[in-house]
């Protein structure tokens, strides 16, 4: 089993910049991908950000450029840093981790960003 536990998120103006964070705990495979994905009302869950445990990154178009993501295997953090933050970012972001046998994702972090 893998436990993710997610922190930061919050309420934002536009321009600003936030930063979210994951723990992940339990059975941890040494391969795996985490990553972050969000979901706005309406819309289907869409990928944010990944990164593997070999530090290959993925990111959406529409966040190129604006948000970061890292990962400490040392700790099994993993983070986003998301910068010049825009009303469209506004969602429920969710940390992800996959490993080829399963994929578990944590209870969801509320980011608003007021225009």
């Known amino acids: 089993q893998v436990q993710l536990a997610e922190s930061g998120g919050g309420l934002v103006q536009a321009g600003g910049s936030l930063r979210l964070s994951c723990a992940a705990s339990?059975?941890?495979?040494?391969?795996?991908?985490v990553g972050w994905y969000r979901q706005a009302p309406g819309k289907q869950r869409e990928l944010v950000a990944d990164?593997?445990?070999?530090?290959?990154?993925n990111y959406a178009d529409s966040v190129k450029g604006r948000f970061t993501i890292s990962r400490d295997n040392a700790k099994n953090t993993v983070s986003l840093q998301m910068n010049s933050l825009k009303s469209e970012d506004t969602a429920v972001y969710y940390c992800?981790?996959?490993?080829?046998?399963?994929?578990?994702w944590g209870q969801g972090t509320q980011v608003t960003v007021s225009s």
């Open positions: 990164i593997t445990s070999g530090g290959r990154t």
């Open positions: 339990g059975s941890i495979a040494s391969r795996n991908v």
């Open positions: 992800s981790y996959s490993d080829g046998w399963k994929t578990v």
